[in-house]
């Protein structure tokens, strides 16, 4: 028997063409070779076919896709009696993983599809976008079949046609968020698949995952840090006083980053523009942040991560904070899906993997006598 890794650290549970985690570098490569910066400029449509084909497509695939997204955004009767039932104090998250288990309720076990993958990922936004409106005590509102992506999510969350800026934002994000090798969420949805389970059963296990606050709650929690800073002129006091007394400064560090994350690069000079009021706090609570870090230990490397400057974009293009991780979700099913499909096509094998015993060895046990 191996040897026990706690969190699995570094033990290689998957072969991917998905996307790469490179540590080391400080790169992050998706399908086909394309480093994320050659990407921040796609459409949400192009890397979600990307991820699921293993190629950018033209522009007659796009359009196809365009169309196939735009036909499934509809939630199900169920989906929406299941989303009314839901209180109005609930965490989205389980606002999300309730109506889209309500979603794909049907009969049997299906077999994951591309096309289940395509439908799953169009009604994210419809599922969260209606109850952001439902906690709101307003209607929602119908997905518009001339928007794309993006712009609908906004559209949907509104009631308004979006900002064309606004919009952008928030597809950049969607694009930088959409895979990142083996995470927790994605390694959930790969487990449920193995054992023959239908997608919507994996992407379900894989939103409870994403709820954890140690995976996708880290923006609202930075955004929540920088709020309570009190300005530009008290950020170095409040890192100073914040590692003084051993807490933590959300977003900073990687389970796997060990140099600045490419991601979070691309966001925080979207953020500059962006949001320039949020901005000028956030970069100096960063640069006293990877400063002080440094200096305190310098055994362990604490760069920024991408929920930092997040949660900057995100509250840019208009999301309540306790809706960050939906937002996540709603890019990442992109991912989990594709992992789904290529771990089924590929492999299929339940994943098992062995325990380590650490109680009393067998003995012989003599009856009690009353």
Request: aromatic share 8%; hydrophobic share 40%; charged share 20%.
């Amino acid at each position: 028997m191996g040897e026990y890794v706690p969190g699995l650290e570094g033990v290689v549970a998957a072969e991917t063409e998905i996307s790469e985690v490179d540590g080391q570098g400080g790169r992050l490569i998706y399908r086909s070779g394309y480093l994320i910066q050659e990407l921040e400029e796609a459409s949400f449509e192009e890397v979600a076919y990307l991820l699921w084909n293993g190629k950018l497509p033209g522009s007659k695939e796009v359009g196809q896709l365009k169309s196939q997204l735009v036909a499934q955004r509809a939630m199900n009767p169920a989906a929406r009696a299941a989303l009314e039932g839901v209180p109005g104090d609930a965490d989205p998250m389980d606002a999300l993983r309730t109506a889209l288990s309500a979603q794909g309720a049907r009969p049997g076990v299906p077999k994951p599809s591309l096309e289940d993958a395509i439908a799953y990922t169009a009604v994210m936004p419809t599922i969260i976008a209606a109850f952001y409106r439902q906690t709101q005590g307003k209607e929602w509102v119908d997905p518009d079949p001339k928007l794309d992506h993006a712009a609908n999510f906004l559209h949907m969350m509104t009631g308004a046609r979006p900002d064309p800026g606004r919009a952008r934002w928030l597809e950049t994000y969607l694009v930088l968020l959409a895979d990142h090798g083996l995470n927790a969420s994605t390694f959930t949805a790969r487990v449920i698949a193995s054992t023959g389970a239908d997608l919507c059963s994996a992407l379900v296990g894989a939103v409870g995952a994403l709820k954890g606050p140690a995976h996708g709650g880290a923006a609202t929690a930075a955004k929540r840090m920088v709020e309570t800073v009190g300005g530009v002129d008290k950020a170095e006091q409040f890192v100073i006083d914040t590692l003084d007394a051993h807490g933590r400064l959300m977003g900073f560090g990687h389970r796997v980053y060990r140099t600045y994350d490419p991601r979070a690069r691309i966001l925080r000079d979207l953020a500059k523009t962006a949001n320039p009021a949020y901005y000028p706090v956030a970069f100096k609570v960063e640069e006293v942040a990877l400063r002080e870090l440094q200096r305190r230990h310098p055994e362990r490397p604490n760069a920024t991560n991408v929920d930092y400057w997040s949660a900057a974009v995100l509250d840019a293009a208009g999301f309540p904070t306790d809706f960050f991780t939906c937002v996540f979700a709603a890019s990442r099913v992109v991912g989990w899906s594709a992992h789904v499909l290529e771990y089924m096509a590929k492999d299929g094998r339940i994943l098992r993997p062995a325990s380590k015993w650490t109680g009393p060895q067998p003995q012989e046990h003599k009856a009690r006598v009353s």
